[in-house]
């Protein structure tokens, strides 16, 4: 066994992260966060928000140990992680099996059926938050017309509807036209088409269904392209408008 000891130079970078890393931890739980028990799993949710739609997180183990999560950068969002990526963070962390296993499954499967029993929906219930409310019934595709609204107003931003089901159809739309933060911010997901599975695509183009908000990182190069411009048309009488008063992209 070779023991390795660091020079105090090495040293002072790695007590400058696990400082960091308490000092994350000691802000959420003395922030009065928001609380996520996840099921019979033993682990909770701490969550406070950043912002007015991100978040920052932290695992309780039933051992009291804590685990930070929810602290990834993404070229859209570079403070904490929207409400919907937090809750995808989490699910993906769990196993896939047992009992956390079935609560992986309602995080991710949420329905109208099922959201009373979703942890994130129940916490933002507990302090009375229909702000945050609004922001998980739009990931997962439960919101209303109010929901859209009081969101616009909130973010002072545009956030898309569901379209209805005449809209139930993929449309083509090339990559670099396309404003990802409003599609995140309006409850899109997206699905990766791996390189395998590319034949006849290009990731030069995204498939977006406007009745679904379900989005793929890669279009057909045979199918015929609408530019970004005349999908967002579509919604053009949509609750979230110009008319309501927010301020457009």
Not at 30 to 36: I, K, N, Q, R, S
Request: glycine share 8%.
């Amino acid at each position: 066994t070779k023991i390795w000891y660091l020079t105090e130079e090495a040293k002072r970078p790695v007590r400058n992260a696990i400082r960091r890393f308490e000092d994350r931890i000691a802000r959420i739980v003395g922030g009065d966060p928001f609380e996520a028990p996840l099921g019979e799993t033993g682990k909770t949710v701490l969550f406070r928000r950043r912002s007015k739609r991100t978040y920052e997180a932290i695992i309780r183990q039933a051992s009291g140990k804590t685990a930070v999560t929810g602290w990834m950068m993404t070229e859209w969002n570079k403070n904490g992680m929207t409400i919907g990526g937090l809750i995808k963070d989490i699910s993906t962390s769990l196993d896939l099996h047992g009992t956390e296993g079935e609560m992986r499954d309602l995080l991710w499967n949420t329905s109208a059926e099922t959201l009373a029993e979703n942890p994130f929906y129940k916490a933002a219930q507990a302090k009375g938050d229909e702000a945050l409310a609004r922001q998980i019934r739009l990931f997962y595709h439960l919101e209303t017309d109010e929901d859209i609204r009081g969101l616009a107003k909130l973010l002072h931003r545009r956030v898309l509807p569901s379209l209805g089901k005449e809209y139930d159809r993929v449309f083509t739309v090339p990559e670099n036209e396309i404003d990802f933060g409003l599609l995140f911010r309006s409850g899109y997901r997206f699905c990766h088409r791996p390189y395998f599975a590319m034949k006849g695509s290009s990731h030069d183009l995204c498939e977006l269904n406007p009745h679904t908000k379900r989005g793929v990182d890669a279009g057909k190069d045979e199918a015929p392209p609408t530019s970004f411009k005349d999908y967002l048309a579509l919604f053009k009488k949509a609750p979230s408008d110009p008319e309501t008063g927010h301020k457009e992209e």
